[in-house]
């Protein structure tokens, strides 16, 4: 089955620096790669996915890189502010013979972003 | 829109007790998921339904650990009997009907947290 590594486990940065966290992935079938931001004590949510038919995406100031060919993609957080405080999770999915697979989530990191 | 509903919100027992949880998904949503996250590690798949039939259950502890979701809407988790390292928080979520190159968001309910002494 599918294996989602991801690097680092803890982040600390200052505010206004940039964040980059990085996951690598197995299975060379995935092709959905979501990131999802859990708060302390709240449900994971959706900030940002792509599909493998692209290479990045941005949405303001996160961005998502994808590298099919090594099997990693990262997520790039600029100009951060102390509400990005929060564990990152990456996922990745792939199609099955029913449909899409469910995610396949890394271990998570947390991003403090100190004041 | 609603979410997905999760109960209870906390729940401890005794190790060889039995617990139930139970998930509402978004209405509409055919797809749902059990999800397992233990303190410090990302959500691992327990099982995921579309309707009312199971797709994946291949990292479910049968022995222990059913799910069911008769009617295709609501469904509920079950460990009998529980084991200390059965302590996490289970994650529900559900999704659109998952096609097979169309990916739809998949929405988390709060999750139960459960204890077991």
């Known amino acids: 089955g599918e294996n989602v590594e991801q690097h680092p486990s803890t982040l600390s940065v200052q505010e206004g620096d940039s964040a980059v966290i990085k996951c690598t992935y197995s299975?060379?079938?995935?092709?959905?790669f979501p990131w999802y931001k859990q708060e302390l004590g709240k449900r994971p949510q959706l900030i940002i996915d792509?599909?493998?038919?692209?290479g990045e995406k941005k949405d303001q100031r996160i961005a998502v890189t994808l590298n099919k060919t090594a099997k990693h993609f990262s997520l790039h957080i600029t100009e951060t502010q102390p509400e990005d405080s929060a564990v990152y999770f990456c996922?990745?999915?792939?199609?099955?013979?029913?449909?899409?697979?469910?995610?396949?989530f890394g271990s998570g990191t947390r991003l403090q972003v100190q004041p | 829109e609603a979410g997905v509903a999760q109960s209870p919100r906390y729940k401890i027992i005794e190790k060889r007790q039995s617990v139930a949880f139970w998930c509402n998904p978004i209405s509409g949503h055919a797809t749902l998921y059990w999800y397992q996250q233990i303190l410090g590690q990302g959500p691992k798949l327990l099982i995921q339904f579309q309707n009312n039939g199971v797709v994946d259950d291949s990292q479910l502890p049968k022995d222990r650990f059913s799910a069911e979701r008769l009617k295709g809407v609501d469904s509920t988790l079950k460990i009998q009997p529980a084991k200390l390292e059965d302590s996490a928080v289970y994650l529900c979520a559900s999704s659109l009907k998952q096609t097979g190159t169309v990916n739809t968001e998949a929405f988390f309910g709060q999750g139960t947290r459960l204890t077991v002494v």
């Open positions: 792509i599909r493998s038919n692209v």
């Open positions: 996922a990745a999915s792939r199609k099955g013979d029913t449909g899409r697979r469910a995610l396949t």
């Open positions: 299975d060379s079938a995935s092709n959905y």
